[in-house]
Structure formats: structure tokens, C-alpha cells
């Protein structure tokens, strides 16, 4: 139970972070639309912060299989991970190779 706890926002967090960056492609330069997307922005960082604490609540738990942790890791790790793909694809925009 504890290891879907982890794993469900965690991957939520990442759907929303990638989700979030192609409707900003394909939506107009609205206000209030960006507005809202970055409300949903904060709130999918939220949840991976929430699911990294309740991986770090999990790794403190004598009973739970190594393997079980490992793949929680795995699937805490996922929203980072999309954090640094957005962020090195926002870097190669901003500055091309010449």
C-alpha cells in the first residue's frame, strides 16, 4: 500500500509536468490560461515532493523488500528526471548549436 502511495504521485507529477509543457504549445498566449498552467505546474512539483517524502518514509521501514524500495525509487526518480529532459530541451531553444 505504501509503495502505491509513492508511486501514483510520482507519476502523476510527470504526466502533469510533461502534459503541461505541450498544451503551452498548442494553447494561445492567453493570461489567465497561463495563469492556470502554472498553478498546475506548482501542484505537480507538489506531488513529487510528496512522493519523494513518502519514499523517504518508506526507505526508514525495516520490513519492506529491497526490491519493493528500489522500484519506489525508480518511480520517485521519474519526475526529476522529466525535470531535466524539459530543462536541457528549454536550453538547447534558448541557445542553438551553431
Known amino acids: 500500500m505504501l509503495y502505491r502511495s509513492v508511486w501514483v504521485p ?3 507529477s510527470a504526466t502533469l ?3 503541461l509543457r505541450i498544451t503551452d504549445q498548442l ?3 492567453d493570461f ?4 492556470l498552467l502554472k498553478s498546475v505546474e506548482i501542484f505537480a512539483f507538489g506531488l513529487g ?3 519523494s517524502l513518502l519514499f523517504l518514509f ?3 521501514l525495516p520490513d519492506v523488500p529491497r526490491a519493493r524500495k528500489l522500484r519506489a525509487f ?3 526518480s521519474l519526475p526529476y528526471v522529466v525535470i531535466a529532459i ?3 530541451m528549454l536550453k538547447a531553444a534558448i541557445f542553438p548549436r551553431t
Open 10 to 12: 510520482s507519476v502523476a
Open 74 to 76: 525508480i518511480a520517485v
Open 32 to 35: 489567465a490560461l497561463g495563469l
Open 86 to 88: 524539459l530543462w536541457l
Open 58 to 60: 518508506l526507505v526508514v
Open 27 to 29: 494553447t494561445p498566449n
Open 17 to 19: 509536468l510533461v502534459a
Open 49 to 51: 515532493v510528496l512522493g
